[in-house]
């Protein structure tokens, strides 16, 4: 069963920090893999999609790595803002169709003033 | 901008009830999902369609049911609604190309009495 490990589960930062959340799986098979943000009570937007020939993808302040071999990816923001405070799920995916995807539990950030 | 619709935000039901969840996507996407998210659990799949009429059960389709009888609407049948199916629901689409994220919906929050 492919299993999917952010952590931590909950960080609190000041603004202007830059920081790391961290996503592991425990099938290394995939095809991409994919950050997303959920605000509260809200559903899931896409941050970045990173293909599994690639090593890093930008967005912004975004970058997100992806070493495929151990399992591991990162998303890294840069100059956090209160705006960036939200949920963070990676999901990869194991089909290559995006047919189906596996959402880890996510990170709860809240970046404070 | 690809936008994902679910018909309501908010709904409550009754133990029993024959419960409808719509989801209507505008991006002609192949692709059409169904999750529910619960607290230290995450998202889970519920069913997924690939096209017209087509679906495959996801990791949690007990209890539930899907018709997809237009490309842009999917809808999430619970036959008889259950206590344990209060959650929040929800939709997403996709192209069936591995190289573009899917895109959710802002989710339906289920209350069952």
């Known amino acids: 069963k492919q299993e999917v490990t952010q952590i931590p589960a909950a960080l609190s930062v000041p603004e202007g920090e830059n920081l790391v959340l961290n996503c592991s799986f425990t099938?290394?098979?995939?095809?991409?893999l994919q950050w997303f943000r959920q605000d509260p009570g809200k559903g899931l937007t896409s941050l970045l999609l990173?293909?599994?020939?690639?090593r890093e993808q930008t967005s912004g302040r975004l970058n997100a790595s992806l070493d495929k071999s151990s399992g591991r990816s990162t998303l890294y923001i840069a100059a956090s803002q209160p705006g960036d405070s939200a949920t963070y799920l990676c999901a990869p995916d194991y089909t290559g169709t995006a047919s189906k995807l596996t959402f880890g539990t996510g990170t709860r950030l809240q970046v404070t003033l | 901008d690809v936008k994902v619709t679910q018909s309501s935000r908010y709904l409550v039901k009754r133990t029993g009830e024959k419960v409808f969840l719509e989801c209507v996507q505008d991006m002609d996407h192949e692709n059409m999902f169904w999750y529910r998210q619960d607290p230290g659990l995450g998202l889970r799949l519920i069913y997924f369609?690939?096209?017209?009429?087509?679906?495959e059960k996801g990791d949690i389709p007990e209890g539930y049911s899907v018709s997809r009888e237009k490309k842009e609407r999917f809808s999430l049948i619970l036959e008889s609604a259950s206590t344990n199916q209060t959650s929040m629901y929800l939709c997403?689409?996709?192209?069936?190309?591995?190289?573009?994220?899917?895109?959710f919906g802002d989710g339906t929050r289920l209350s069952i009495l």
């Open positions: 990173i293909q599994s020939s690639q």
């Open positions: 099938d290394s098979a995939i095809y991409n």
């Open positions: 997403a689409s996709s192209t069936t190309s591995g190289y573009q994220p899917q895109h």
């Open positions: 369609s690939y096209d017209v009429k087509m679906k």
